[in-house]
T-cell receptor
Framework: SAVISQKPSRDICQRGTSLTIQCQVD?????MFWYRQQPGQSLTLIAT?????????ESGFVIDKFPISRPNLTFSTLTVSNMSPEDSSIYLC????????????FGEGSRLTVL | KNQVEQSPQSLIILEGKNCTLQ??????????LRWYKQDTGRGPVSLTI?????NTKSNGRYTATLDADTKQSSLHITASQLSDSASYIC????????????FGTGTRLTVIP
């Protein structure tokens, strides 16, 4: 299994500001993902964080709004830029530790509230 | 269109009772199906994984079933405990596609004493 630490666990932010969420994994993983979970909704994939190259974004998500860094195989950051109340959500870091099983391991999530 | 639908949306049961959660999917080609448990304020944790050839799989008091013909899965919880209160999310993997995971919206289970 993989142990994933995310911080901050929660934050309250002002409209127009940006916040960076950090994700630390206790082992090297190839596949790392960022998800958003809006209230009462299912998880939505924002992007795949690629080590050493630009992240791969899903439809509806762009790099200017959600810049992602992946400097090595154990760490990634997601920035939510120029926040608005619609960005209030839980943001989850996720990894696949064993490609044979494909099981996703999730961090505890970062709950953002934008005022 | 690949979709995963769960029912009920929410459920309240008495401690010690059993319950069954449903997951219907249209994901194709099907690879596997997982049930995740998400406690409030925590990340989802995998309970079971079902592949095409598996009909039933148990994990303690949790038993998952899969009918690949009708594209339905269920998660049965036996002798519920207060700690079972959580959201249960059904996730279906497709064999192909860059984004090949499809998430249900979850069932919110509340177990009351």
């Amino acid at each position: 299994s993989a142990v994933i630490s995310q911080k901050p666990s929660r934050d309250i932010c002002q409209r127009g500001t940006s916040l960076t969420i950090q994700c630390q994994v206790d082992s090297q993983v190839t596949m790392m993902f960022w998800y958003r979970q809006q209230p009462g909704q299912s998880l939505t994939l924002i992007a795949t964080a690629n080590q050493g190259s630009e992240a791969t974004y899903e439809s509806g998500f762009v790099i200017d709004k959600f810049p992602i860094s992946r400097p090595n195989l154990t760490f990634s950051t997601l920035t939510v830029s120029n926040m608005s109340p619609e960005d209030s959500s839980i943001y989850l870091c996720s990894v696949v530790h064993d490609a044979n099983t494909g099981e996703l391991f999730f961090g505890e999530g970062s709950r953002l509230t934008v005022l | 269109k690949n979709q995963v639908e769960q029912s009920p949306q929410s459920l309240i049961i008495l401690e010690g009772k059993n319950c069954t959660l449903q997951c219907n999917y249209t994901v194709s080609p099907f690879s596997n199906l997982r049930w995740y448990k998400q406690d409030t304020g925590r990340g989802p944790v995998s309970l079971t994984i079902m592949t095409f050839s598996e009909n039933t799989k148990s994990n303690g008091r949790y038993t998952a079933t899969l009918d690949a013909d009708t594209k339905q899965s269920s998660l049965h919880i036996t002798a519920s405990q207060l700690s079972d209160s959580a959201s249960y999310i059904c996730v279906v993997s497709a064999k192909t596609g860059a984004n090949n995971l499809f998430f249900g919206t979850g069932t919110r289970l509340t177990v009351i004493p």
